[in-house]
């Protein structure tokens, strides 16, 4: 039966059936979490219906061998106070404050991240920090304009040396594209603090304006990242989450989202709909209603994958950083991060792991390498960087996780746009998320979002 056929037990006068006066919430991820933790609040009748068997999405902690690590080198910076007190609520003492900044291994050393000049001017030596400088201050006389791409700015924010070394190449193995063909918004807020007023303060102010622009304070759960998606569906409610429930269609008159199809044959009338689903995903359903442009729009999204890779280690500690970024080619990986430097608690006394991200493609070989080999890969690409000797490793494991990231090319606001206003003709449908709306976002950002949904469908309907 197709996505647009209509169900006769979902119609009356009215064109809703009386059982649907409930809000569903598609995707257990952050974002409808945060939506369904809202809607409780705001005492709505709601359902939370997610594909996998937990909930979580790709902010889960994992335990293996005894040790617990995060779907990736997650925290939880300050940026929205009012969100932040909301997790300070859910989790209580077992909120943590964090005070641990990152660095990037390049050619052998070590450099703090977000770039800083001092200890630029000392990774770089005499000779490079000259050129470096020489590059820095042509690319702010000749890069001017908005550039539409990430290389224009991450030029013009550091110049072409210092850009070409640890962004360009980094960017281009997180996210599959040159610099030339990515949006600038992958940059987040990090091409900033590169200047004479950053390098005067820790030159003068020593260790804390270090530490302050280094944005190494955050926040982190005792037991791992996934608490927060844990508190988010225990705040919900048992009864109104649905696992192992995936969204096979959706039932539709043209106006109207009137039911949702679970499972390829339970069918859900629904009053409201909230759909964190990938946008490819829930355009693919909903692809009869759509505009043919829109559905050559949707055709050229697509998703980054990460395959984590952990190496178990029988030594109380390997780094002293939050996250450690690798923009060389040699390595395979964007990223690693030892979660007991987020909390003790990640890993029992004397042993610790080092965790590996690899972005890749569906189709990249990396994607369905046997475990062994990707183990074997990560204690070969990191035993230079002297955090542990070969005796110490005690065997790893492999996570892999679908996408990870919406691939921001350049332009690609454009066809996002078009394909958000061609699914806007369905009044009872909002979209949410990191892939819901194809944009690169953060937990913080996943809670305001859920909370702004809710405070707009109460608005909306008073009653619930």
Same mark, same amino acid.
């Given at each position: 039966?197709?996505?647009?056929?209509?169900?006769?037990?979902?119609?009356? /006068?009215? +064109?809703?059936?009386? %059982?649907?006066?409930? &809000? *569903?919430?598609?995707?257990?991820?952050?974002? #409808? =979490?945060?939506?369904?933790?809202?809607?409780?609040?705001?005492?709505?009748?709601?359902?939370?219906?997610?594909?996998?068997?937990?909930?979580?999405?790709?902010?889960?902690?994992?335990?293996?061998?005894?040790?617990?690590?995060?779907?990736?080198?997650?925290?939880?910076?300050?940026?929205?106070?009012?969100?932040?007190?909301?997790?300070?609520?859910?989790?209580?003492?077992?909120?943590?404050?964090?005070?641990?900044?990152?660095?990037?291994?390049?050619?052998?050393?070590?450099?703090?991240?977000?770039?800083?000049?001092?200890?630029?001017?000392?990774?770089?030596?005499?000779?490079?920090?000259?050129?470096?400088?020489?590059?820095?201050?042509?690319?702010?006389?000749?890069?001017?304009?908005?550039?539409?791409?990430?290389?224009?700015?991450?030029?013009? /924010?550091? +110049?072409?040396?210092? %850009?070409?070394?640890? &962004? *360009?190449?980094?960017?281009?193995?997180?996210? #599959? =594209?040159?610099?030339?063909?990515?949006?600038?918004?992958?940059?987040?807020?990090?091409?900033?603090?590169?200047?004479?007023?950053?390098?005067?303060?820790?030159?003068?102010?020593?260790?804390?304006?270090?530490?302050?622009?280094?944005?190494?304070?955050?926040?982190?759960?005792?037991?791992?990242?996934?608490?927060?998606?844990?508190?988010?569906?225990?705040?919900?409610?048992?009864?109104?989450?649905?696992?192992?429930?995936?969204?096979?269609?959706?039932?539709?008159?043209?106006?109207?989202?009137?039911?949702?199809?679970?499972?390829?044959?339970?069918?859900?009338?629904?009053?409201?709909?909230?759909?964190?689903?990938?946008?490819?995903?829930?355009?693919?359903?909903?692809?009869?209603?759509?505009?043919?442009?829109?559905?050559?729009?949707?055709?050229?999204?697509?998703?980054?994958?990460?395959?984590?890779?952990? &190496?178990?280690?029988?030594?109380?500690?390997?780094?002293?950083?939050?996250?450690?970024?690798?923009?060389?080619?040699?390595?395979?990986?964007?990223?690693?991060?030892?979660?007991?430097?987020?909390?003790?608690?990640?890993?029992?006394?004397?042993?610790?792991?080092?965790?590996?991200?690899?972005?890749?493609?569906?189709?990249?070989?990396?994607?369905?390498?046997?475990?062994?080999?990707?183990?074997?890969?990560?204690?070969?690409?990191?035993?230079?960087?002297?955090?542990?000797?070969?005796?110490?490793?005690?065997?790893?494991?492999?996570?892999?996780?679908?996408?990870?990231?919406?691939?921001?090319?350049?332009?690609?606001?454009?066809?996002?746009?078009?394909?958000?206003?061609?699914?806007?003709?369905?009044?009872?449908?909002?979209?949410?998320?990191?892939?819901?709306?194809?944009?690169?976002?953060?937990?913080?950002?996943?809670?305001?979002?859920?909370?702004?949904?809710?405070?707009?469908?109460?608005?909306?309907?008073?009653?619930?």
């Amino acid at each position: 039966m197709g996505s647009s056929e209509r169900t006769p037990a979902t119609h009356t /006068a009215g +064109g809703v059936a009386p %059982a649907a006066k409930r &809000l *569903l919430i598609l995707g257990g991820g952050p974002a #409808g =979490l945060a939506a369904g933790h809202f809607a409780s609040k705001a005492g709505l009748d709601f359902q939370i219906l997610e594909a996998a068997p937990r909930t979580g999405g790709n902010a889960v902690t994992f335990v293996e061998n005894g040790l617990r690590f995060d779907s990736g080198a997650h925290r939880l910076h300050d940026r929205d106070p009012a969100m932040t007190q909301v997790v300070k609520e859910l989790l209580g003492a077992d909120l943590l404050e964090c005070s641990i900044p990152s660095q990037i291994y390049h050619h052998g050393r070590f450099v703090d991240f977000p770039l800083s000049p001092l200890n630029l001017c000392r990774a770089l030596g005499l000779r490079g920090s000259a050129r470096a400088a020489l590059k820095f201050l042509t690319a702010r006389l000749t890069h001017r304009g908005d550039g539409d791409t990430f290389e224009h700015h991450a030029v013009r /924010a550091y +110049g072409s040396d210092i %850009a070409g070394r640890f &962004l *360009l190449g980094y960017s281009e193995k997180l996210w #599959g =594209l040159p610099g030339s063909q990515l949006c600038p918004s992958i940059s987040g807020k990090r091409l900033k603090g590169l200047n004479l007023r950053t390098f005067l303060l820790e030159t003068f102010q020593g260790r804390r304006a270090k530490s302050e622009h280094l944005d190494g304070r955050f926040y982190y759960p005792r037991l791992g990242f996934g608490m927060i998606a844990e508190s988010l569906a225990a705040s919900c409610g048992a009864e109104r989450v649905r696992v192992n429930a995936r969204v096979t269609g959706l039932r539709h008159d043209g106006r109207r989202i009137e039911a949702v199809e679970v499972n390829g044959s339970e069918i859900i009338p629904a009053a409201q709909v909230i759909c964190t689903l990938p946008l490819p995903v829930t355009a693919g359903l909903l692809a009869s209603a759509l505009p043919q442009s829109v559905v050559e729009d949707v055709a050229s999204l697509r998703f980054r994958n990460v395959v984590l890779v952990g &190496l178990f280690l029988r030594r109380a500690s390997a780094t002293q950083v939050g996250s450690i970024y690798f923009p060389d080619p040699d390595f395979p990986m964007t990223r690693v991060f030892e979660p007991r430097n987020r909390s003790a608690e990640m890993a029992p006394p004397g042993r610790t792991m080092l965790v590996a991200e690899i972005p890749c493609d569906p189709a990249d070989a990396v994607w369905q390498q046997p475990e062994e080999e990707l183990v074997s890969l990560v204690a070969d690409k990191l035993r230079g960087c002297g955090w542990f000797h070969d005796d110490e490793v005690e065997g790893g494991c492999v996570k892999r996780l679908p996408a990870a990231y919406p691939v921001l090319a350049a332009g690609v606001q454009g066809r996002v746009r078009r394909v958000i206003d061609g699914l806007a003709v369905f009044e009872n449908l909002t979209l949410l998320g990191r892939n819901g709306e194809f944009r690169y976002t953060h937990v913080h950002d996943m809670l305001r979002f859920g909370h702004d949904a809710i405070a707009t469908l109460t608005r909306i309907s008073p009653s619930g």
